[in-house]
């Protein structure tokens, strides 16, 4: 059964940082690319970043240079390090791949206050 475990999620103030954890489980997780979305209220939900099988990352244009996402294959798990936070970053952000469906974890709450 896959499972995808979020947590990290807080409330900040704005600059500061987190680290997000996502631990996966129920799949061959060396191979797979994992992503992260977020989803602010009112709004689409949105990726945030992607790391390949080899660690290879990919960025949102708003996240580039203080969002930093990595990968422990050895503990199934994918990892996103929040630094200068804004209020804007406030959203559930929630751990993902893909293969011909979309598995998602319950996601965690970022709160980023001014």
């Known amino acids: 059964q896959v499972q995808l475990v979020e947590s990290g999620g807080d409330l900040v103030q704005a600059g500061g940082s987190l680290r997000l954890s996502c631990a996966a489980s129920?799949?061959?997780?060396?191979?797979?690319?994992m992503n992260w979305y977020r989803q602010a209220p009112g709004k689409q939900r949105e990726l945030v970043a992607t790391?390949?099988?080899?660690?290879?990352?990919f960025y949102t244009d708003s996240v580039k240079g203080r969002f930093t996402i990595s990968r422990d294959n050895a503990k199934n798990t994918v990892y996103l390090q929040m630094n200068s936070l804004k209020p804007e970053d406030t959203a559930v952000y929630y751990c993902?791949?893909?293969?011909?469906?979309?598995?998602w974890g319950q996601g965690t709450q970022v709160t980023v206050s001014s």
């Open positions: 993902n791949f893909k293969t011909w469906i979309d598995y």
């Open positions: 129920g799949f061959i997780f060396s191979s797979i690319a």
């Open positions: 790391i390949g099988n080899r660690g290879t990352a």
